[in-house]
């Protein structure tokens, strides 16, 4: 009973965090997008872009899949259906998850034409304190890309563990929650 009361409440506490991984382009990717564009920028602070609560983040690649991003944060099939009603992010785009505290507070899709994240991601995720981003711009047959790297050097990250085996996991630290 404890138990089901618990995964009920870890699905209320999901499902409530900010979504817009079915609305196409998110918010945050627009804005990233729209600084990196923006004349003489050099650096864009993730951070400030924001209006939620984050400690890390995570981009998946491009066309992820819901199954790819449920199974990463450990939410089973019903719960994660009603955060990202999308079946595939399409090719230009990802899924990006922003967490604090083990908790998801936000997922949307980010277009690709708003900056690749020209980086591999640690395991953990990329600490919002190294979220300061380098913009390069390249420029190709298609037009110009725009790259984000970190401007300093990747943070080490705390290695999380899954409960009782010692596994590493991304963002291991998100509850398992079953609908």
């Known amino acids: 009973m404890l138990l089901r009361l618990l995964a009920l409440l870890l699905a209320v506490t999901l499902a409530s ?29 993730l951070g400030e872009l924001t209006t939620f609560g984050w400690d890390r983040f995570y981009a998946f690649g491009p066309g992820a899949t819901r199954e790819e991003v449920c199974r990463f944060i450990h939410a089973g099939r019903n719960v994660c259906g009603r955060i990202i009603r999308v079946e595939r992010a399409p090719a230009d785009h990802t899924f990006i998850v922003f967490a604090l505290h083990g908790q998801i507070t936000h997922v949307e899709q980010h277009a690709l034409a708003n900056g690749l994240f020209d980086f591999a ?24 890309v725009i790259l984000l790297e970190p401007k300093a050097a990747p943070h080490p990250t705390i290695e999380a563990t899954e409960p009782g085996t010692g596994a590493r996991e991304p963002f291991a630290t998100f509850q398992r929650v079953s609908a």
């Not at 382009?25 to 864009?44: D, N, Q, W, Y």
């Not at 991601?121 to 110009?144: D, K, T, Y």
């Open 17 to 45: 965090g900010c979504s817009e991984a079915m609305n196409g382009t998110g918010m945050i990717s627009k804005r990233l997008g729209e600084a990196a564009r923006t004349p003489g920028t050099t650096e864009i602070d």
């Open 121 to 144: 991601f640690p395991e953990s995720g990329q600490l919002r304190s190294a979220s300061l981003f380098r913009v390069r711009r390249s420029s190709s047959g298609g037009g110009e």
